[in-house]
Nanobody, 122 residues
Framework: QVRLVESGGGLVQAGESLRLSCAAS????????MAWYRQAPGKQRELVAA???????NYADSVKGRFTISRDNGRNTVYLQMNSLKPEDTAVYYC????????????????WGQGTQVTGSS
């Protein structure tokens, strides 16, 4: 069984920074893309940033230039460095990973973390 555990959320003032971490554990053969999503109250979940195993990245327009996604493949961990936070960044942030578990017949599947709250106050 594979699980993702996020950490690093909290309450910050506008303009400040936070760093989220998400570690995958369990019977993992490989991890392809890892990503961060967020969901604000009353809104749909949206992609914030994604990174492939080779290091290619993709960002939502709303966070380009402020957020940076990175990963440590040896630790099966993905990070999200969030700078210049704004009140509109307030949301629950979820980690997601495309994981292929151990096992000859296992298939890759998306695994989600439990979410971590980020609040940017004005």
């Amino acid at each position: 069984q594979v699980r993702l555990v996020e950490s690093g959320g909290g309450l910050v003032q506008a303009g400040e920074s936070l760093r989220l971490s998400c570690a995958a554990s369990g019977s993992i053969f490989s991890i392809n893309t890892m990503a961060w999503y967020r969901q604000a109250p009353g809104k749909q979940r949206e992609l914030v940033a994604a990174i492939t195993s080779g290091g290619s990245t993709n960002y939502a327009d709303s966070v380009k230039g402020r957020f940076t996604i990175s990963r440590d493949n040896g630790r099966n961990t993905v990070y999200l460095q969030m700078n210049s936070l704004k009140p509109e960044d307030t949301a629950v942030y979820y980690c997601c990973a495309d994981v292929k578990p151990l096992g000859a017949w296992s298939l890759a599947t998306d695994i989600w973390g439990q979410g971590t709250q980020v609040t940017g106050s004005s």
